[in-house]
């Protein structure tokens, strides 16, 4: 349960942790009102020191998901799973849970292409394509089109949450998505160390995000490896 190497577009260590330890709650793997383990052997385990560690558990107490007792633990709260960064990334390992990271493989600015549906008010978009993991295995390729009006991406400010970056560095926060998830053959641009080859049939997942205004800001298209990931959405 160790936290990938943190390259520069990694979110900080404590909020890896605070992630992963969101997306083990979200997937029952930690139960409401489950004790975390003490303090100093938790950060031994992860490899982080008790100061990060420390820092991770206040985010998760401050978004809801963690009862922090004075002289007697850390409890876990699953009433507010929605609160944590990728709470809209609906993959899980097929295990369940899986802290997601991501290897970019392409951001170019360009006019929308003709095959696009409709989103945003903008004649171009941040075309961005990436290889996704959880836990360190690769599990999906993604191609991201963020509408031009939207705000300037430069690569070497992306971080491995794109919505984190939407939030911090162009001050848009996404409201709400729409997923369509069904089958369609992975794109011939896919790397190798994605399993399915280019052509194969995989799962696929279309989505449409929102901001504040009515039209959509992105329209994303995610090819993922059924057996390492499944698509999973909770009602509570």
Do not use: C
């Amino acid at each position: 349960m160790a936290p990938p190497p943190n390259p520069p577009h990694a979110l900080p260590v404590y909020l890896q942790i605070s992630e992963m330890l969101a997306r083990e709650i979200a997937a029952g793997r930690l139960v409401d009102g489950e004790r975390l383990p003490p303090e100093r052997q938790l950060a031994a385990e992860l490899g982080v020191s008790i100061g990060t560690l420390r820092k991770a558990l206040a985010d998760l107490a401050e978004k809801g998901l963690l009862n922090r007792v004075h002289g007697s633990g850390n409890y876990v709260q699953a009433a507010h799973v929605d609160r944590s960064i990728y709470a809209m990334f609906r993959l899980e390992l097929v295990r369940g849970g899986g802290l997601p990271s991501a290897r970019f493989l392409d951001v170019s600015r360009m006019e929308k292409p003709a095959d696009l549906p409709a989103f945003g008010t903008a004649s171009a978009a941040t075309r961005i394509r990436r290889l996704r993991f959880l836990d360190r295995e690769p599990v999906a390729v993604e191609e991201i089109w963020l509408d031009g009006d939207a705000g300037e991406v430069r690569r070497e400010e992306l971080s491995d949450s794109l919505y984190y970056f939407y939030r911090t560095r162009l001050g848009l926060s996404i409201s709400r998505a729409e997923d369509r998830v069904g089958l369609a053959a992975v794109p011939e641009w896919a790397p190798p160390a994605f399993a399915p080859r280019p052509g194969t049939t995989t799962g696929f997942i279309e989505r449409h995000a929102w901001a504040a205004g009515p039209e959509a800001v992105e329209y994303s298209r995610t090819w993922f490896d059924p057996d390492r990931a499944r698509y999973v959405q909770r009602f509570r």
